[in-house]
């Protein structure tokens, strides 16, 4: 099993330039997350989706937007980048909300 | 709203030492986990801790939680420098099933020194 694959691991954007971050997961799992990491700090939840076509807003959805086609995938769409999000993004599943997976990250620089 | 607090943030100590991190959250939860991090990497799940009075060992590690105090604790016995990361805690939010939004306290930076 691969786990929580992400791509790209790095990228670097203009501002106004859009991206989509992708994320897989080979485990069945029916809950997938993205969260954001600023230096120094701890993550917060910018989407989740607890199955196939349910999505939800996190704490900071601004600027993003997901979708949840099937239970293996869960790409963040980042529209009109903007130096604030820059930021390392994770994506992370879990069976029904327990123990988290975390994919290995995407360092986001805008400038 | 839920807020999760770890102390210390940065936590400097020799090896063979012992120390305590803690991790306060100021809503009900009957659950917790722990996550370490290495510099530049992802997030590794250490423990879960399912309800009051839980406790979960594993190597030099020992998590355990305080429900009705709302707090958790992670202790580590004679520090090796393997150990060297940031520790998070998370912490559900209230009335969801578990782990459905986690947050997250900031991180405690842990360096062990020879």
């Known amino acids: 099993n691969a786990g929580v694959t992400q791509t790209p691991k790095f990228r670097i954007l203009k501002i106004g330039q859009s991206m989509t971050l992708q994320c897989t997961q080979d485990?069945?799992?029916?809950?997938m997350y993205w969260y954001r990491q600023d230096p120094g700090m701890g993550l917060k939840l910018i989407y989740y989706?607890?199955?196939?076509?349910?999505?939800d807003k996190g704490e900071v959805p601004n600027g993003y937007n997901v979708s949840r086609s099937t239970t293996e995938d869960f790409p963040l769409r980042l529209e009109l980048a903007a130096p604030s999000q820059t930021s390392v993004y994770f994506c992370?599943?879990?069976?029904?909300?327990?123990?988290?997976?975390f994919g290995s990250g995407t360092q986001l620089s805008v400038l | 709203e839920l807020k999760v607090e770890q102390n210390p943030l940065f936590l400097s100590m020799q090896e063979g030492k012992n120390y305590t991190i803690y991790c306060n959250y100021s809503?009900?939860?009957?659950?917790l986990y722990w996550y370490r991090q290495d510099p530049g990497k992802s997030l590794e799940s250490l423990f879960v801790l399912l309800s009051n009075g839980a406790v979960k060992q594993g190597g030099r590690l020992m998590a355990s939680l305080d429900t009705k105090a709302r707090l958790s604790t992670l202790h580590i016995t004679a520090a090796v420098h393997d150990l060297s990361a940031t520790y998070f805690c998370a912490v559900p939010r209230a009335q969801e099933t578990s782990g459905s939004r986690l947050t997250f306290g900031e991180g405690t930076q842990l360096t062990v020194n020879p």
């Open positions: 992370a599943s879990s069976w029904r909300g327990e123990k988290l997976f």
């Open positions: 809503t009900t939860s009957d659950r």
């Open positions: 485990m069945n799992h029916n809950y």
């Open positions: 989706s607890v199955g196939a076509g349910i999505t």
